[in-house]
Every structure is written in structure tokens, then in C-alpha cells.
């Protein structure tokens, strides 16, 4: 049964939301301003107080944060609250060093719940459902933050978490699940151990899955559905905002909703200026409901584009789109900029090999080296040396055409490649640049 409070969040008239921004950001620059010397400080510089935010629009008058400030502000600098309005506290591994963190009060805490409750209702998740949840449990943000959501929905929970593949099977065939949730890299693991293992996926009740956590691609979603028959929904979401449930799809699969009235987006070019809607650009977040660690005009580095088009589903919550890449992952080989999501995709769509894969870049004297490693399709493994030559060579060429980059194409046995368990490791950078 759908819950009439989550579809009415979900349905809010574009003036409620306007109306529910502009008064949540007044009230928020405040509570910053008043209690967080790093805000204030910003704010002073550009000589912008409290009072000059007055709707929305006047967002752009806002100082940016960035993931250094988090850092040098670590491990509770920038907390609005005293610290024993604190009720939990999460972390994600940083790219270098100290993790970032992220302080819940209980209202927080409801309003990720209420939030995550509304992206999995999208995915057709009631309380009818079984909801497997292989996400990693503990200080990442995805395990807890889907379970309380599918709880709150009313939904039975397993709270699998990441590992043991073998027994995850056993726990989703014996418990009925009808939706599972984990990245998109660990759900193709999944699949391929069940068709090891020989299940009949027809005879299973899966139906939905909800994957994120990492970029995926449109070629991916159209694998993970036909080998687990489920549609395949991307969820979005960061430790910085609160965690997943940030943005959803729903089942028109064209976009993410992202839910304004918790999370103020814009989408700006690369002199940090508003990029016009439909143009790809950064996606920088500020926190309209928080209360522990609100943050304003977040810089998520992650590269994607805005709609508020309406949506075929009923939601009225704009959309972004799937997150291509982000502007700080880029590779650049020999000169020329590769995005592994690029590569990917070019890998998807060539028959005989699997979505396995491995990106190797090294540095031989001043000359960059790209090598991608990608495990054959299993019906491919009686293939004759030539044969699988002629793929290598094959798929270096559509490689070249499409990333503009040479590559060195290294066929490999199926499930030879590391599989993990949590966020595959795509790219290998043995460079060193200093
Ligand atoms: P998470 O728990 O989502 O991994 P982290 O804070 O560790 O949280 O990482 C957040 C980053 O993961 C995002 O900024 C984005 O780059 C990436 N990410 C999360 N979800 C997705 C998604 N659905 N598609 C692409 N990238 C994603
Ligand atoms: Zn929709």
C-alpha cells in the first residue's frame, strides 16, 4: 500500500517547494551564521549577512564549501549543535587521509529516514516488500540509511550487508526478497554467483533493485535487469548530505529526482557560474533541513544536468541526470582527457565480453600507458587463441575510436579480475606526478 504521507512529499505543487526552499534557507543561513564560526567568517568576507537571504534565488550571494574544509575542519569544526544534540555519526573514506564525517541530531536522523522512505517508494518498494540490503552496514552511510527508509515504508528488512556472497543468495532465495539494494558492480556479482550456482532467477521474487553509491551506465542497468529480471533504479546520494536517498529514479528511468525541499541544487559551469537547464555542469548541494552539520553550497565535484520538466511518474521534485563522471576523476592520457565512464560504456556494448573490467594506467619514461583488462563472456571460453585475438584487437580499436586514447586490450578468463564487494576499484593509476 503506498503511504499517503511519502506520496504527498513526493507530489508537493512547484510553489510549495519554492515556498518550503526560500523559508528553509533563511532559516538556515541563520542557524549557520549564528552557530558556526567557519560560515560566519565566510559570510563576513563577502560582506552578505542573514538578512540579505531572502528567497531561494538569493542563493549565489552564499560562500561555496568544499571537501578541504570538511577536512581541515575535522572531525567536528563545523557541527551548528552542541555536540550532545549528536545522536550518531557516520564517515566515509576520504580520498586522502582523515574520512569525512558526518554528525546526525534525531531530527536529522528523520529526515534521512522520511528521505530514503520517499526514494525507495519510487522504486515500487511498499509494505509488501522483502527488502534485501547488501549495502556495507557501519560507518558508510548505505546500509543504514536504506533500512531505515524501507523500514519506515513498512517493508520487511534483511539487513544483509556486504560479504559472503554465497550466503546472501540463501537469505534472498529462502526469504522471498523482492527488492534488493547494492552498488550496481556488487548486484552483477550477485547475478553472476546465482548463475553459477545454477538458481532458476525466474522462479525468484525479485523485482526492484535500487543501486548506487557508484557511477554506472545505461548498458550496465539494461545487463543487471536482464540477468536478475528486476528493474534496476539508480539511487544517489553523499556522506556530506546525510547519505543515500538524496536523489531517486522512479520508474520512467529518466532522471533522479532530487528532493528539493530537503536539498537546495544547482547546477554551475566551470567558472562556478549557473549553467542553463539541460547543460551538464557541477552539481553543488546546499542542505535545507539539517541540523547537525548543515552545509551550504556544497561542491560535490560529480558532473550532471537538471530538469524540472514534468515527470511522466507524478513527482514534482526536479530530476538530475544519471551522474556521468565527476571533474576530478578524470584521466589524462597522453594529453587526452578519458573518463573510465567513457570506457565503460565503449566495453558494454561489445558482445563476448563481460561488464568486468579493469583500467591500468602507468607511466613508461614521459609516455602514459593505458591498459584494460576485461574478463570474456564465459560462452566465449572454448574460443580459439586467434579468436580472442581478433576481439583484443577489436575492442582496442573501438576503444580508440570512441576515448580518442590507445589502449592495450587484455582479454582475461571469466572472474579472473578482483570482484569486490563494496565499490569496484575500475581505475589503477600507477602514475606519480611529483
Ligand atoms: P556513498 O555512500 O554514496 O558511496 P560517499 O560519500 O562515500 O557516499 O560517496 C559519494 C559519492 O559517490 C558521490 O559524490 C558520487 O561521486 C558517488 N555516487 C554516489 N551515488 C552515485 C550514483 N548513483 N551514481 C554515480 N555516482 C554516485
Ligand atoms: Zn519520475
Excluded at 526492484?208 to 545487463?223: K, L, Q
Excluded at 530530476?319 to 576523476?329: E, M, V
Aim: proline letters at 4%; hydrophobic letters at 40%.
Amino acid at each position: 500500500m503506498i503511504d499517503q504521507q511519502i506520496l504527498a512529499a513526493q507530489r508537493l505543487s512547484r510553489d510549495e517547494i519554492h515556498q518550503l526552499q526560500s523559508q528553509r534557507l533563511r532559516a538556515l543561513v541563520r542557524h549557520v551564521y549564528d552557530n558556526v564560526p567557519f560560515y560566519r567568517r565566510k559570510m563576513d568576507e563577502r560582506g552578505v549577512k542573514p538578512q540579505d537571504i531572502r528567497t531561494a534565488e538569493d542563493i549565489d550571494l552564499l560562500p561555496f564549501t568544499e571537501k578541504s574544509d570538511l577536512r581541515d575542519h575535522y572531525p567536528f569544526g563545523l557541527l551548528a549543535v552542541s555536540r550532545r544534540e549528536i545522536v550518531r555519526m557516520h564517515a566515509s573514506s576520504g580520498t586522502t587521509g582523515k574520512p569525512t564525517v558526518a554528525a546526525y541530531t534525531r531530527e536529522d536522523l528523520d529526515n534521512w529516514t522520511e528521505l530514503t522512505a520517499r526514494s525507495l517508494a519510487l522504486a515500487g518498494i511498499d509494505d509488501t516488500s522483502v527488502v534485501h540490503i547488501a549495502y556495507g552496514y557501519g560507518l558508510f552511510t548505505g546500509g543504514m540509511g536504506v533500512h531505515y527508509g524501507a523500514e519506515r515504508l513498512g517493508a520487511a528488512v534483511v539487513p544483509a550487508s556486504g560479504g559472503n556472497t554465497q550466503r546472501q543468495l540463501t537469505l534472498m532465495e529462502d526469504f522471498g526478497a523482492t527488492a534488493l539494494c547494492c552498488t550496481p558492480s556488487y548486484a552483477i556479482n550477485l547475478a553472476e554467483a546465482m548463475q553459477e550456482k545454477g538458481v532458476d532467477i525466474s522462479r525468484m521474487q525479485l523485482k526492484t533493485g535500487v543501486f548506487g553509491a557508484e557511477p554506472w551506465s545505461e548498458s550496465m542497468r539494461t545487463r543487471i535487469e536482464k540477468m536478475l529480471h528486476i528493474q534496476a533504479h539508480d539511487i544517489y546520494g553523499l556522506t556530506e548530505m546525510m547519505g543515500p536517498g538524496v536523489a531517486m529514479e522512479c520508474e520512467a528511468k529518466q532522471g533522479l529526482h532530487i528532493w528539493e525541499d530537503a536539498f537546495l541544487p544547482e547546477i554551475l559551469d566551470e567558472k562556478q557560474q549557473a549553467a542553463p537547464e539541460g547543460e551538464a555542469g557541477e552539481l553543488v548541494i546546499t542542505t535545507l533541513v539539517k541540523r547537525g552539520m548543515p552545509l551550504l553550497r556544497y561542491r560535490t565535484h560529480d558532473i550532471t544536468c537538471l530538469t524540472h520538466a514534468p515527470c511522466p511518474c507524478g513527482c514534482t521534485h526536479a530530476r538530475l541526470r544519471r551522474i556521468t563522471g565527476r571533474n576530478d576523476d578524470m584521466l589524462i592520457i597522453r594529453g587526452v582527457n578519458v573518463f573510465p565512464s567513457q570506457i565503460e560504456q565503449t566495453l558494454l556494448q561489445i558482445e563476448g565480453i563481460t561488464a568486468n573490467y579493469q583500467i591500468i594506467v602507468d607511466r613508461r619514461g614521459a609516455l602514459d600507458t593505458l591498459t584494460v583488462m576485461v574478463e570474456l563472456d564465459p560462452a566465449r571460453m572454448s574460443d580459439t587463441v586467434r579468436d580472442v585475438e581478433a576481439l583484443s584487437a577489436y575492442v582496442a580499436a573501438q576503444l580508440s575510436a570512441s576515448c580518442l586514447v590507445h589502449a592495450t586490450v587484455k582479454l582475461c578468463p571469466a572472474g579472473s579480475l578482483a570482484r569486490s564487494e563494496g565499490k569496484a576499484k575500475r581505475v589503477i593509476d600507477n602514475r606519480r606526478y611529483e
